[in-house]
């Protein structure tokens, strides 16, 4: 069974970072691509960032060069470095994994981590 966990949420003031950290565990999958979303009540999850076709990277209009994903381990581990942060950040954070293996392509979310800035 394939998890992803994610760790490094918590409360930050107005400019503060955060570093934000996926990994994952139970995967056979021969190709996966990782990456991060963020939801809040009332609203729809959003991308947040995310590695596609190897090695590119997708942000969200909102990031606005704040924020730098990363991957020390390439396909099981991802990183999300938050800079600047701002109150609008306040979400639960998820990470999410596609894959590929014997045929098949499959979604994977982690439990999210809650991050709050706020004075």
Not at 5 to 15: A, C, I, K, T
Request: aromatic share 14%; hydrophobic share 35%.
């Amino acid at each position: 069974q394939v998890q992803l966990v994610e760790s490094g949420g918590g409360l930050v003031q107005p400019g503060g970072s955060l570093r934000l950290s996926c990994a994952t565990s139970g995967s056979v999958a021969t190709i996966a691509y990782m990456g991060w979303y963020r939801q809040v009540p009332g609203k729809e999850r959003e991308l947040v960032a995310f590695f596609f076709h190897g090695e590119m990277t997708k942000y969200a209009d909102f990031v606005e060069g704040r924020f730098t994903i990363s991957r020390i381990s390439a396909e099981n581990t991802v990183y999300l470095q938050m800079n600047s942060l701002k109150p609008d950040d306040t979400a639960v954070y998820y990470c999410n994994r596609r894959e590929y293996y014997s045929g098949t392509w499959s979604d994977y979310w982690g439990q999210g981590t809650q991050v709050t800035v706020s004075s």
